[in-house]
């Protein structure tokens, strides 16, 4: 028997910060040696529109799960199992605000403004501080890095579930396509039609 699957606006919400967060985090990572440049400047303000617009996903996401429950968990899995996928959950919650966050305080520290698009100034959190700046870095690629790990524990959960559990928790959250029921009784006719 199948599990309920996660509302299609969760899935959307999930497979859509996902991908954000994988490129937000590559492009992280090139930026991130670019020598100053104009071109690196670029980059920079896309990484960090990416952030805000994760940042706001995030908030749309947690204000729907506020309302709505997610699918229980099969009723064979270790108690152990349940903390863990809880924890896992909760921690990928925190990160998915606390990087964002921190990405602003550390574009404040260092004096660069964030203009959402080049449209929507977004107020600095912090005064100029080149040395908070650098710790506020530091404390953003760390933030990163952890969610990289835990994104990957995530998956690889998912992934023992679909393939060794041989359960339905990953199916539940795959974007489907609904098919049109085929009829298993045909039903015929036994009217004359005029020739």
Request: aromatic letters at 12%.
């Given at each position: 028997?199948?599990?309920?699957?996660?509302?299609?606006?969760?899935?959307?919400?999930?497979?859509?910060?996902?991908?954000?967060?994988?490129?937000?985090?590559?492009?992280?990572?090139?930026?991130?040696?670019?020598?100053?440049?104009?071109?690196?400047?670029?980059?920079?303000?896309?990484?960090?529109?990416?952030?805000?617009?994760?940042?706001?996903?995030?908030?749309?996401?947690?204000?729907?799960?506020?309302?709505?429950?997610?699918?229980?968990?099969?009723?064979?899995?270790?108690?152990?199992?349940?903390?863990?996928?809880?924890?896992?959950?909760?921690?990928?919650?925190?990160?998915?605000?606390?990087?964002?966050?921190?990405?602003?305080?550390?574009?404040?520290?260092?004096?660069?403004?964030?203009v959402y698009?080049?449209?929507?100034?977004?107020?600095?959190?912090?005064?100029?501080?080149?040395?908070?700046?650098?710790?506020?870095?530091n404390v953003?690629?760390?933030?990163?890095?952890?969610?990289?790990?835990?994104?990957?524990?995530?998956?690889?959960?998912?992934?023992?579930?679909?393939?060794?559990?041989?359960?339905?928790?990953?199916?539940?959250?795959?974007?489907?396509?609904?098919?049109?029921?085929?009829?298993?009784?045909?039903?015929?006719?036994?009217?004359?039609?005029?020739?």
């Amino acid at each position: 028997m199948n599990s309920p699957r996660y509302a299609p606006l969760a899935i959307g919400l999930h497979w859509l910060i996902a991908l954000m967060i994988l490129g937000s985090f590559s492009v992280g990572l090139y930026m991130a040696d670019l020598p100053f440049s104009p071109q690196k400047l670029k980059i920079f303000s896309w990484h960090k529109w990416a952030g805000v617009t994760i940042f706001i996903l995030v908030v749309l996401r947690c204000t729907w799960r506020l309302f709505n429950a997610a699918p229980p968990l099969p009723d064979n899995l270790p108690k152990w199992q349940r903390w863990a996928a809880a924890a896992t959950h909760y921690l990928l919650y925190v990160l998915m605000f606390a990087i964002p966050l921190s990405g602003w305080l550390m574009s404040s520290a260092k004096g660069f403004q964030t203009v959402y698009f080049g449209v929507l100034p977004i107020p600095d959190l912090l005064q100029k501080n080149a040395d908070l700046g650098d710790i506020l870095r530091n404390v953003h690629e760390a933030l990163n890095w952890l969610m990289f790990s835990v994104v990957a524990l995530h998956a690889a959960a998912a992934l023992k579930h679909h393939f060794i559990d041989k359960d339905d928790v990953l199916r539940r959250m795959l974007p489907t396509r609904h098919k049109a029921p085929i009829p298993t009784t045909l039903t015929t006719t036994t009217q004359d039609t005029p020739v």
